[in-house]
């Protein structure tokens, strides 16, 4: 049963997407039953993949029974199973925002049977494309994955019709333009190599090091992959994406989209491409971005008044977190950039269901609309000040230990590229400061009447959000603390061994 729950892990969620469409044409009340039951069955799945990682080691499955480098492989170590179980997590979360969140952000026509089935089946068809990701070991398939994740998340940003429809369409230019430069440069590397696995990869590059068109192979997919993660200065999709996108699906848009494209990015500069010239000199690069992102995604996000948009800038500045740990490519970096990984996507995605509720039933964005609203849902806005507090870096936090373990990289580092990565770091947590507690101040210690009279006369009474769209805001905070709480066992169990200097990413692979 262990070697068989990579494939299940995978086409669950792809069955599935298939199947709820049909459901909800013909039972349109067990639809939603169907689309959670399907959710937690994912969950469970990954939940069992990470303990057997974490106890046995990794789990290998050839697809049809050929093993690689012939066939496909799905493969699952403590890291893989760790994006894993974060994405269908997740996916649980948006599932149930789907089902029982408001809908009045939206402006598209009234939901039909078959239109909220055709939702719920392009979320689990992201699901199903963004797993697939995080388990192949072949480049080709990782570009299969990619463009189903992205054709699902393309069909739910449009859901709510108006801006949504001009932010999907600027997120499928940018996304098709991604895509082709990591086929082009996977295209390279089967002329170079012959193979497309990634193992295969590995051992066959070294002979191939003095050709050309492998550091145009390593640029293109590099270029390709940082656009799909929205690393700066390739960001320009993500603001108006995660700001114009149905409440539900941002929520797990905002969270775990980008992130599994820079887990790919790390695999691929980080163990298939790491003993080539090119990709050493390309993670060099990218800690300058990742610098020059940090600070920019900082700066940009304190100048926003409307707090959607404010959240999406700063999701700019964690993504040049992340890409600074993956450039500096040490273990204690690698383990930074993934405990980021996971401390942002729980962080982030618990203020963009919480942002988005009050954004719909508020009638509004800006930071006026928050005023009173912790004295009316202080449970709620408890939780979105957890998710705050960790993304300015306060223990104790998911979001400080993250921040701890790439300072402590970044010092290890040395020399200039340490100092501007320390630096900028910090930075990054003043500047989420002065953001965060501007809006947090609205909340806890301003009335209604502190806005405009016209706001105050809008604002209607009540719940700040209805209480099912406070059961992901509140366990995903919960959630938050219990990963810093336990962030050494965790780390001991899943993350890299960086004590001993240097990152095992795939220290069982062949």
């Given amino acids: 049963m262990r070697e068989l729950l990579p494939g299940l892990l995978v086409a669950l969620p792809l069955v599935g997407a ?9 039972f349109r009340r067990t639809t939603r039953v169907a689309a959670l039951t399907l959710h937690a069955a994912i969950f469970a799945a990954a939940l069992g993949l990470f303990w057997s990682a974490a106890a046995a080691g990794p789990i290998r499955y050839a ?84 463009e189903i994740s992205s054709l699902a998340a393309y069909t739910l940003v449009a859901s709510g019709g108006g801006r949504s429809t001009v932010a999907a369409f600027r997120y499928l230019l940018a996304g098709t333009a991604a895509g082709s430069l990591y086929l082009f440069g996977v295209g390279f590397l089967y002329a170079l190599t012959g193979t497309l696995n990634m193992d295969d990869l590995a051992a066959r590059l070294p002979s191939v090091e003095a050709d050309a068109a492998l550091t145009v192979a390593v640029v293109l997919i590099a270029v390709g992959l940082s656009i799909k993660a929205a690393l700066f200065p390739l960001h320009g999709w993500l603001p108006d994406t995660y700001v114009y996108t149905p409440t539900p699906a941002a929520g797990f848009i905002a969270a775990v989209m980008a992130k599994v494209s820079a887990y790919a990015l790390l695999r691929l500069l980080g163990e298939v491409l790491a003993g080539t010239t090119a990709g050493a000199v390309v993670l060099e690069i990218m800690i300058w971005l990742g610098v ?131 630096a ?60 810093g709480i336990f962030a050494r066992p965790f780390e001991r169990h899943v993350l890299p061994d960086w004590e001993s200097g240097t990152a095992r990413i795939s220290a069982e692979a062949p």
């Fill in 63 to 146: 697809v049809g029974g050929w093993p690689g480098p012939w066939g496909i492989e799905l493969w699952f170590d403590g890291l893989s199973t760790l994006i894993a179980l974060l994405v269908a997590g997740m996916a649980c979360f948006a599932s149930f925002a789907q089902t029982f969140g408001p809908d009045r952000d939206r402006t598209a026509p009234a939901s039909t049977p078959l239109r909220e089935g055709l939702l719920r089946g392009a979320l689990l068809l992201l699901v199903g494309g963004l797993l697939g990701i995080v388990a192949t070991r072949d480049v080709f398939n990782l570009f299969v994955f990619l």
């Fill in 292 to 422: 020059a992102g940090v600070v920019a995604g900082g700066v940009l996000a304190v100048a926003q008044r409307a707090v959607t948009r404010m959240l999406a800038w700063s999701s700019i500045s964690a993504m040049g977190m992340i890409l600074i740990g993956v450039g500096m490519g040490s273990a204690l970096a690698i383990t930074g950039a993934l405990f980021h990984m996971a401390a942002h996507a729980l962080a982030k995605g618990c203020l963009f269901f919480g942002a988005g509720g009050i954004r719909a039933l508020e009638d509004g964005d800006g930071v006026d609309r928050w005023a009173g609203l912790g004295s009316r849902a202080p449970w709620t806005l408890a939780a979105l000040t957890v998710a705050a507090l960790s993304m300015i870096g306060i223990p104790p936090t998911a979001g400080f230990f993250s921040k701890y373990y790439l300072l402590s990289a970044s010092i290890a580092a040395g020399g200039p590229a340490g100092i501007a990565a320390f």
């Fill in 424 to 483: 900028a770091i910090i930075l990054s947590s003043l500047l989420a400061t002065v953001y965060f507690l501007r809006v947090l101040e609205a909340a806890w210690f301003r009335t209604p009447g502190d806005a405009p009279e016209a706001d105050s006369e809008r604002r209607p009474p009540g719940p700040v959000l209805p209480r099912p769209l406070a059961v992901p805001v509140v366990g995903l905070a919960v959630l938050v603390l219990l990963t």
């Fill in 18 to 26: 298939a199947l709820v469409p049909l459901v909800a044409a013909l």
